[in-house]
């Protein structure tokens, strides 16, 4: 996968996820928002790079597969651009090159479906339409993010993940305030060591990888998996007050849902639009964990449980 292609789909990332992943920033000091930083600037200089010169973009030419630093890629007197623009195929000499519906067709259709990553089908939807918008004279620069958000959106679907039931949890059919205390503290404690609210550390794994493209950085998900895992089985296993279960369910199945997450995530480089998956995923299941510790605190509170600073259960009185 060449580096200007991995950052288009990061781009697309930026407009389908709706954040951006600042890498340098602190947790006080990353607010998720879209940015206008050099990264981001980055970024859209790479979508519009054209290293030939020849009018034809970077993104372009890996469709076509042209050569980036040649303008003639076919060697047949015309430029890349002016063949593309012309209805010719740029990787075939002329005269005799005219872009047809069957040269398109070959493009897009590969005999062995299942063979395809995420991020070849990508291409493959990616290329049938850039294709039939320049043939068709629809196609502008100006449009290219509504094509590659209108193919990563359709093909980056999110399959379906594992979920557990209230079957799955021992529920303490309870009032005692004891009893709901408890409960709380082991909570706490569980959430409390290691620590399940490092959002950003997982982003910046992620925004690190795709800057440097080096697979070792995309290891240190192990661990932070093995962490959350863990974290996973404990919440599972702890009784709950019935008062609480629902929501004590939703930590367990959003943690479910961000190891799952964060193992596509691990894909960026062999497969980005697979890892695209993963990302939403995990913000979206983020979001349900902490909606979830909202709701327990609010239990606690309505039940008069008072945690003090020395109680492990203190760290869910914090705001969230």
């Known amino acids: 996968m060449k580096r200007f292609f991995v950052f288009i789909v990061i781009t697309v990332i930026v407009i389908s996820v709706g954040i951006f992943i600042v890498a340098k920033k602190s947790p006080d000091e990353a607010?998720?928002?879209?940015?206008?930083?050099?990264?981001?600037?980055?970024?859209?200089a790479i979508l519009?790079?054209?290293?030939?010169?020849?009018?034809?973009?970077?993104?372009?030419?890996?469709?076509?597969?042209?050569?980036?630093?040649?303008k003639d890629t076919d060697g047949d007197g015309t430029s890349d651009f002016d063949e593309?623009?012309?209805?010719?195929?740029?990787?075939?000499?002329?005269?005799?090159?005219?872009?047809?519906?069957?040269?398109?067709?070959?493009?897009?259709?590969?005999?062995?479906?299942?063979?395809?990553?995420?991020?070849?089908?990508?291409?493959?939807?990616?290329?049938?339409?850039y294709a039939g918008a320049k043939q068709a004279g629809d196609f502008t620069y100006g449009n290219y993010y509504d094509i590659l958000y209108k193919n990563i959106e359709e093909t980056a679907?999110?399959?379906?993940?594992?979920?557990?039931?209230?079957?799955?949890?021992?529920?303490?059919?309870?009032?005692?305030?004891?009893?709901?205390?408890?409960?709380?503290?082991?909570?706490?404690?569980?959430?409390?060591?290691?620590?399940?609210?490092?959002?950003?550390?997982?982003?910046?794994?992620?925004?690190?990888?795709?800057?440097t493209e080096n697979p070792k950085i995309l290891e240190e998900?192990?661990?932070?998996?093995?962490?959350?895992a863990s974290v996973r089985d404990e919440i599972l296993s702890l009784p709950v007050p019935d008062g609480t279960?629902?929501?004590?369910?939703?930590?367990?199945n959003s943690l479910t849902a961000i190891i799952d997450g964060i193992a596509e995530m691990k894909m960026l480089l062999s497969d980005p639009v697979q890892a695209v998956v993963g990302l939403k995923l995990y913000i979206s299941a983020a979001e349900n964990l902490s909606t979830a510790q909202t709701?327990?605190?609010?239990?606690?509170?309505?039940?008069?449980?008072?945690?003090?600073?020395?109680d492990d259960g203190y760290v869910l009185m914090r705001s969230i």
């Open 84 to 129: 593309v623009r012309g209805g010719r195929n740029p990787t075939i000499p002329g005269p005799n090159d005219l872009l047809d519906d069957d040269i398109v067709e070959s493009r897009v259709n590969p005999e062995i479906e299942e063979d395809l990553t995420m991020t070849d089908k990508f291409s493959r939807e990616l290329f049938a339409e």
């Open 157 to 211: 679907t999110t399959p379906p993940q594992k979920t557990y039931s209230r079957d799955d949890l021992t529920i303490l059919i309870t009032g005692n305030k004891a009893v709901i205390k408890d409960y709380g503290n082991k909570l706490g404690k569980i959430i409390g060591s290691p620590p399940i609210h490092r959002v950003e550390h997982e982003l910046v794994i992620f925004n690190n990888a795709a800057a």
């Open 31 to 44: 607010d998720g928002n879209l940015t206008t930083s050099s990264e981001g600037r980055e970024q859209n």
């Open 245 to 252: 279960a629902d929501d004590h369910l939703i930590l367990v």
């Open 295 to 310: 709701n327990i605190r609010g239990f606690l509170l309505q039940n008069g449980i008072v945690f003090t600073q020395k």
């Open 48 to 70: 519009i790079k054209d290293t030939d010169g020849d009018g034809l973009k970077d993104w372009e030419e890996e469709l076509w597969g042209t050569d980036i630093f040649v």
């Open 221 to 228: 998900y192990n661990l932070v998996l093995e962490n959350y």
